[in-house]
T-cell receptor, first 115, second 112 residues
Framework: GAVVSQHPSWVICKSGTSVKIECRSL??????MFWYRQFPKQSLMLMAT?????????EQGVEKDKFLINHASLTLSTLTVTSAHPEDSSFYIC???????????FGQGTRLTVV | GENVEQHPSTLSVQEGDSAVIKCTYS??????FPWYKQELGKRPQLIID?????GEKKDQRIAVTLNKTAKHFSLHITETQPEDSAVYFC???????????FGTGTRLTIIP
């Protein structure tokens, strides 16, 4: 089946630094990638939708200048958390749409800890 | 936009008994309703899904029912086992909109 590979699986960074998270579709082309954030014991909240070759669409309340999304190719989407702060510590996970409406292939997720 | 509510937030069930988790949605255009199981630190895993042209779907010990009129759907797990312990999320999406809106999650604990 289709696989979305997400890296890194975990990262610890200092406040003020930037962190890049990558999601690759390994055996299919993903023109769209959804980026979610999940705080401990909470649900997955959609942050933004990246589209290959065009600007990402951000959900209300998500700072586009802080969470930079790039979808430069049909197999790679990246999320960069800029000037990270402890409150950005969370589980970030991407997903690519499947062939059936609403179906999704999730990456493994990235546990970000900002110290 | 879509809003999905999920109950209960926690559920403890004796091994072998049944567990039921319920979700309601707000957007009548939603037509795809998946259920995910998520273990700590892992990606969500699809366990069963249902589309709006079907009222019920079953896969071994897991079943999902959908009531379009009332805009609610439920997950039923029978003969629960310790390995069923996890967090379960319902979700909804609509045709032409591939975004999934997730419920708030239910932490299911199976008591041996």
């Amino acid at each position: 089946g289709a696989v979305v590979s997400q890296h890194p699986s975990w990262v610890i960074c200092k406040s003020g630094t930037s962190v890049k998270i990558e999601c690759r579709s390994l055996d299919f082309q993903a023109t769209t990638m959804f980026w979610y954030r999940q705080f401990p014991k909470q649900s997955l909240m959609l942050m933004a939708t990246s589209n290959e070759g065009s600007k990402a669409t951000y959900e209300q309340g998500v700072e586009k200048d802080k969470f930079l999304i790039n979808h430069a190719s049909l197999t790679l989407s990246t999320l960069t958390v800029t000037s990270a702060h402890p409150e950005d510590s969370s589980f970030y996970i991407c997903s690519a749409p499947g062939t059936g409406a609403g179906t999704a292939f999730f990456g493994q997720g990235t546990r970000l800890t900002v110290v | 936009g879509e809003n999905v509510e999920q109950h209960p937030s926690t559920l403890s069930v004796q091994e072998g008994d049944s567990a039921v988790i319920k979700c309601t949605y707000s957007d009548s255009a939603s037509n795809y309703f998946p259920w995910y199981k998520q273990e700590l630190g892992k990606r969500p895993q699809l366990i069963i899904d249902i589309r709006s042209n079907v009222g019920e779907k079953k896969d071994q010990r897991i079943a999902v029912t959908l009531n379009k009129t009332a805009k609610h759907f439920s997950l039923h797990i029978t003969e629960t086992q310790p390995e069923d312990s996890a967090v379960y999320f319902c979700a909804a999406s609509s045709f032409g909109n591939e975004k999934l809106t997730f419920g708030t999650g239910t932490r299911l604990t199976i008591i041996p």
